[in-house]
Structure formats: structure tokens, C-alpha cells
């Protein structure tokens, strides 16, 4: 199974934009970036997703290398809200051992 | 539409014993699978369920098991206990599995300690 590699901790001040990086240098033509987030006491939550090309929705925007060996998840206006563990996963459609990893935890400073 | 549930929330055991986790997809969703996270490891997978059928399996002892029922429902089951179980398990949902692609929806996770 291709792995993600994250940093384990980032710090953003409340408004400013977060670049969380994922290194992804074995993944296969035919895997997904997938990222979800873990707000405290809960479970994870997705958050966006993407192939090849850059995404957008109402959290976040995934940029996506040309190699496709690394993503980046940004949020454009970091809040308290978002302070969580924030996990990069590799996923074709079929059935997988997914692992999750120990994420990038992210504190947001107001 | 209500979301993955799980339960019980907590459960607190002895070395030896055995336990069973139950979880409830979300309507219409088929795909069942269950993750152990502790602080050291983080997110680990334990395996999937689709069509009442293992799909994949994790790296994990054969005191993990599971099943799925018609309804989707699926349980997992710990059997002789061991104090490095303690961790929260978390089911979480999909649509389909297979070809398909499509986001997992995770529950609130079940509490596990043993003693």
C-alpha cells in the first residue's frame, strides 16, 4: 500500500492561510488523495479529495503536484473551528487497507 | 438522514475477557469498516465489510474479528482481552465498495478500556 508522509504538528494564526503538506512519493496512477480532519472528541470527517488536478469546495482547496509525489491541503482563512488532526490518504476505489497514520495536528492561535 | 452510529460509547474490561462493538451505517450505506486508534499509532485500519463479506483485512491478531449482518449493521468482536487493546474504535460508513469510489463517514467511536 503506497504511504503519506506528514509533519506532525503546524501552527497558523486565526485568519491566515494554511498550506498543510502530504509527500506521496509511491503513489499509483490509480489512487486517490483523500484528507480528512479530527476535530477533538470526534470522529474523522472528510474533507476533499482529488486525481490530478486541483479541487476546490466550501472547506478547503487541494493542490496536487504535476508528479502527483506530493499535495497540499489549503484552508484560506484558518479559525478556531478548524484547529484539528489532519489526515493525507491514498485510496483507489476498491477495497484497501487504509491507513490513517498520525496526521498533522494543527493548532490555530487566535 | 442519521449518521454512523455506534455503541456503546464505553466500555471498560478486564485482561482475558471478550468484547463486542456494534455499529449502524447510514441508511442505504453498505460498506462497513472499523479502525483502532490509540495516541502512538494513530489511525489503524482493521477491516471492511461489504455484502456481509471480509473484503481486507488489516494487520492485526486474530482476536479481531467481525461480521455484517443484512441490514449492514456490523459488529466486531475482541476476544482475550490485552491491556494494549485499550483505544477507541471507530466504524465508519460508505456507499459501496467495490469499483466505486466514495467518501467513508466515521461514527463517534466507542471507548475501549481494559483493565
Known amino acids: 500500500d503506497a504511504k503519506t508522509t506528514q509533519p506532525n504538528s503546524m501552527e497558523s494564526n486565526e485568519e491566515e492561510p494554511v498550506h498543510l503538506p502530504c509527500n506521496h512519493s509511491?503513489?499509483?496512477?490509480?489512487?486517490?488523495i483523500h484528507w480528512y480532519r479530527q476535530l477533538p472528541s470526534q470522529g474523522p470527517e472528510y474533507v476533499i479529495h482529488g486525481l490530478t488536478s486541483n479541487v476546490n469546495n466550501r472547506m478547503a482547496s487541494l493542490a496536487i503536484a504535476e508528479d502527483r509525489k506530493s499535495s497540499t491541503l489549503i484552508l484560506h482563512r484558518a479559525t478556531l473551528r478548524d484547529a484539528a488532526v489532519y489526515y493525507c490518504?491514498?485510496?483507489?476505489?476498491?477495497?484497501?487497507?487504509?491507513?490513517f497514520g498520525i496526521g498533522t495536528k494543527l493548532q490555530v492561535i487566535p | 438522514k442519521a449518521g454512523v452510529t455506534q455503541t456503546p460509547r464505553y466500555l471498560i474490561k478486564t485482561r482475558g475477557q471478550q468484547v463486542t462493538l456494534s455499529c449502524s451505517p447510514i441508511s442505504g450505506h453498505r460498506s462497513v469498516s472499523w479502525y483502532q486508534q490509540t495516541p502512538g499509532q494513530g489511525l489503524q485500519f482493521l477491516f471492511e465489510y461489504f455484502s456481509e463479506t471480509q473484503r481486507n483485512k488489516g494487520n492485526f491478531p486474530g482476536r479481531f474479528s467481525g461480521r455484517q449482518f443484512s441490514n449492514s449493521r456490523s459488529e466486531m468482536n475482541v476476544s482475550t482481552l490485552e491491556l494494549g487493546d485499550s483505544a477507541l474504535y471507530l466504524c465508519?460508513?460508505?456507499?459501496?465498495?467495490?469499483?466505486?469510489?466514495?467518501?467513508?463517514?466515521f461514527g463517534p467511536g466507542t471507548r475501549l478500556t481494559v483493565l
Open positions: 509511491t503513489i499509483s496512477g490509480t489512487d486517490y
Open positions: 465508519a460508513s460508505r456507499l459501496a465498495g467495490g469499483s466505486s469510489y466514495n467518501e467513508q463517514f
Open positions: 490518504i491514498l485510496r483507489e476505489g476498491g477495497y484497501q487497507k487504509v491507513t
